[in-house]
């Protein structure tokens, strides 16, 4: 071996010597983000990643918000002319596509990052860089749409975009590469954080905690990160296919050259149903550890839940036909498909039963979080169970396409994840913030958002039985769908103000609210045992865990012996979570950013010549080269034998 | 409720890094392969589905593929795990002299695939815009040469790499990883190759 | 509207029944569908009940819990959580058990569907374009082929089946108080059984997403006694009496040399154009241009004058016309019946 022999150094490590304030200093100058802008762009800590993801993600559903309140005008009475069918379509298009790839899943993406760090007692995630650059792609693709919106390219063909009306012959002009190329970067960036999750909460744990004991919120990370990774290479192919139709000619989707447009929605939906859970899981998870938190009890039916989201998942990757059941495929697959669409509501139904079981035996703190969970359940299952509807075919032969399928994906999306979301924003905002959301605004948004919401959506049921189709922008006359179009509109106007309400909460709770204790509301998870907000290390010494809620324990053991002037974490293994291997943590570095320069270049460029991926490539290879470069000062220590 | 840490685990004595599934390296790159593997998935599902779609296939007047590049291309590939594994094991043993010589063959042998599969190209008999069978076949072809090409690249980043004074331990895992990411371009070239070169043969 | 009748009427006030309603089921199909529906409706409704009886009975027990041992955590005993552990696994149990019987009920009710054909039905084909429906009545003498457009005539008590494709993107056609919706996919074909039961005036709309006008492909559906249907039927394939009067006259001369007869087919005159609707009986259609306007003269003639003004986006051009030609085109195209 030619490594020049180096004799060991003595490094500065945490541990019974070495502990409390002058640690603290230490390794928050290790850790911290560097100063001012520059400091705030290399940035690879997690909960500066995580926090700039939820602020994009939560501007996202303020834009795509904006388009619903103008789409509700537009609808809220027949025959009306304010919005023209080109602009409306765009629109529609815009508030879906915005909704689904821009703000639900980056948002849980957002929680994630910031919480499971924090909740796995480590101090960053495994790969922060990737982290970073999956942040800088995502703000990438969301700008590129946004932009072409303002730009009047905005998409028209609806969020999934089907063909052949999104192909060459019908969709000319630049829309639908935007669209495609707006998802291949919102794939890329959620393919790069669920690869970073996965492997933090495979590698990261805290010494002892066993999968077994896991938080529940971590177990259903742990599964929608496995989901991306299955789900969503079969859109990022798809849309790479229907640009190269676009494009540079080829014929997948055109039946009149051997390819097929259903190829598109089997792939569309491959993905497009994993994805539902995708966004949904994240938000099980968060009721999972609310609803234990203001019980003072653990969450009943642990491994129920965990099965249940573990199955939740299985089966997802086998129900994409059930958007395709109007398309005439063969009568026998679709029996397949409505069994196993029904069948996912079993795990659904036990993980409703255990968290109100735990309400029941629990002692609940009728606090603003929980209030969120109570509105999720009631309104959930109401979603929960017009899928059912939906799952059967001939049912859904009635109202696919109509305001009831519109009904049923809101009850489950803002019902279902934006209900449990808004509850863990406050639940964890004392984490992120270091204060409390105010009581009384929360309370206040919480009952108008549960009213105005019902009246919006409700109503859309019914029209949909009417048989108002969705994807129209406009409706005549005498149909009998004004009354229930204009409450709608009445509903939705007070429901976005209940959403700003919420908006401004955070805002001023950011800078008046009350100071938070570093738990305050007694919560058994690792996250609370940090300060409010976490020092930029998290954890001072390494906590070992040896059940699953950690801080209902009067024992505080640590591990120790990491170096402090380097960023250096533990790995552990994979099941029993035995402290493994000391790696080293990567710096702060613009390599990130610049190599989503460089690939934005590349997918920007590709929307106007296939030659951009050759002459693009070249830079984009050169950062992926810079980045991995090693520095000088990662050097680790010698090799000990 | 808060109290005293207690310190019971000392973390000092643990290595510094680690091969295989102990390495964070490893767990990254087998979740690259698995969205890379779907990936591949999901172009074989495209392929068979539209192969299902028509009775043809190819459709006439296409003739299928030339054999001649794609077999030399599967050959040399097949080959190349002599060296691949040779590096490997050098490489968790942390022996740089062997390592270094294989890299260089690597990069040596990834330069004539490269140049192999533009023969392969030319022997496609069909062109990617003809009809959705050229699209899916071309599909294949680059999306595997794509893999090939960052392999390739890596693997000269890193022979460049262990020719400096940068080589340390996590060097070596590097070196050991990129032998395995080798494994899964040429595994998955496997089912790609017999759906270009055979299954047309076979079934039309 | 049956057994749902009362639910539905709380849920939907008096508006539900209607000429594009689910609630309708004028067909065999669609009452079929909507049996099932009900089955769907109430079993959910129950289980919904259940889940908020479950939840409030939570809430007032876990109030009680706070007042009585406040500031503990932790959980009950063991013994009291094993009630809860089969309290799960019939919930659990229940779910599926219930959850099969609605899998059954849809397969019975598929199966019904797959057999509610007839020996000779009506044979129909519909090809969607954007934004509007050709409509073909299939006969073995080429003589006896009606071709229309954006309306279908059919007699009650009869089954028709319809053979459905499309020459551009993808629609779909729904004609929710006879049956459920089926696609219309470029480079495929599909079919729609209907069975109308009784007679009536019904409105079918695209239920696809198709472009610019999606909103405005609508399809007006008249069930007839067979009588007036043979009557209909008959008259269709009758070319429409030559024009008389002037300015009937000079809009016909003008139709077939503006560009109006390369596109349009015009039944008994050289007009033969197949890119657009068949104008052959359009002034005996309840509307013009998919559903847009009623078939009147002056609003034949303000879509003919500006039929972007109308349907912003469709695929017939504004012809520069005067006042004069249009009236005359008016005139002529108020014969067409
Ligand atoms: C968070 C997102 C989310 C979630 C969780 C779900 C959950 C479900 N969805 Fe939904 N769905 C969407 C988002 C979601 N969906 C979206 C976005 C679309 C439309 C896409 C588009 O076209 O734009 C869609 C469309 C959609 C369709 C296609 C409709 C169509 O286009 O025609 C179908 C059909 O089967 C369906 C079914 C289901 C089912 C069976 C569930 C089940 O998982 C529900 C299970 C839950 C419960 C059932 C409630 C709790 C259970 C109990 C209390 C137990 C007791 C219950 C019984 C005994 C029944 N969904
Ligand atoms: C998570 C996903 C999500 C969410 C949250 C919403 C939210 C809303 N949606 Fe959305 N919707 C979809 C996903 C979602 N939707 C999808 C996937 C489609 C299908 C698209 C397609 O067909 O392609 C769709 C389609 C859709 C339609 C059908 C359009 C059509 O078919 O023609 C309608 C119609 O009413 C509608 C309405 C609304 C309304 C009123 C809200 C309201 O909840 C919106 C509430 C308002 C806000 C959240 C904004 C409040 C904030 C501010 C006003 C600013 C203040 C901000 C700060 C101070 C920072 N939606
Ligand atoms: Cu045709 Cu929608
Ligand atoms: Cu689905």
Redesign the interface.
Known sequence: ???KKKKPREYL?D??DF?GAPLHEKLSETWRDGPGLIGWIKSVDHKSIGKRYLVTAMVFLALGGVLAALMRLQLSGAEQEII???RY?QIFTMHGTTMMFLFAVPVMDAMAIYLVPLMLGTRNT??PR?NAFSYWMYLAGGSLLWVAFVLNIGPD??WFS?T??SGP??SLGKRIDVWAQMVTFTEVAA?AV??SL??TI??KRA?GMTLARMPIFVWSILVVSLMV??S???V???SG?LL??RL?????Y??????????WQ??FW?FGHPEVYIIFLPAAGFVSEIVQAY????T??YT?IVLALCATGLLAFGLWVHHMF???LP?LG??FY??AS??V??PA??Q???W??T????????MVPLLWV?GF??TF??GG??G??LA???????????YFVVAHFHYVLIGGAVFPLLGAITYWFPKFAGRLMSERLGRIGFWLSFLSFHATFFPM??VG???M????????AG??WE??NLISSIGAVVFAASVALFAVNMLLSLRKGERAA??PW?A?GLEW?TASPPAPYNFA??P?VADNSP??N?????????RVEDREM??T??VEAW??????SPEPTAWPLIAALATTVLFVASIFTPWALVIGAPPV?AAL?AW???KRH????P??E | MTSEPQFTTDLEPLPTHAFGHRSLTWWGIVAFFLIEGTAFAVAIAAYFYLMNQDQAWPPPPFLPPDLLAGTLFTVLMLLSEVPNTIAKKAAEHEDLKPVRRMLIAASLIGLALMILRAFEFASLNVLWYQNAYGSVVWLLLVLHTAHIATDWVDTLVLTALMHTKHVSGRKFVDCAENAVYWRFVWLTWLPIYALIYWLPRLAG | MKRAAPLLLVLCGAGCGGSQSVAGRDGVQGALIGGLFDVFLWTTAAVYLFVLAYLALALVRGRRHRRDRAGAQGEPAAQAERIWHIGLIAFAGATALILAGLTVATWLTDRALAEAGDAAPLEIEVIGHQWWWEVRYQDPVASRIVRTANELHLPAGRAAHITLKSTDVIHSLWIPNLAGKQDLIPGRIADLSLHPLRTGVFRAQCAEFCGLQHARMALDVTVETPAEFARWYDAQLVPPPAPTGGAALAGFALFQNRQCASCHAVAGTPASGMVAPDLSHVASRRTIAAGTLPTTRDNLMAWVADPQAVKPGNNMPKVPLTEAELAALGAYLETLK
Request: charged share 15%; net charge negative.
């Open positions: 071996m030619t490594a490590r541990g019974p502990t023209g069918p080109d379509n495994a790969f990737l063909a609806g089907y052949p009306l012959e019908y393919l669920a690869v996965t492997a495979l590698k010494p990774i299955f969503m290479p079969s990022a192919t798809a296919m190269s139709d540079v000619g080829t014929q997948f055109n039946s009149y050259e051997y390819g097929d447009s259903l190829l089997h792939l491959f019980t003072g009890r653990r009943f039916g129920a109007t398309t005439g009568r679709y029996a409505t069994a029904m069948a509501a079993i139904g036990i409703i039963f255990c109100i079981a309400i029941w035996t629990g002692r609940p703190r009728f109570i359940i009631v299952v109401i169970l017009s059912v509807m059967s075919v001939p049912l859904d032969l009635q109202v696919h396409d109509t049921h019914i039985l009417q048989g189709p969705r994807r129209v922008y406009t409706y005549p149909m009998g009354t229930f570093d738990n007694g058994p045992a010494h390494i070992i801080l209902w009067e024992e505080r053991p640590v591990a120790y012996g990491l533990i790995v293994t994979a402290p493994d291997v000391r790696e080293p290879a080269v991995f470069w090693p990662h050097e680790g220590e090799v000990i």
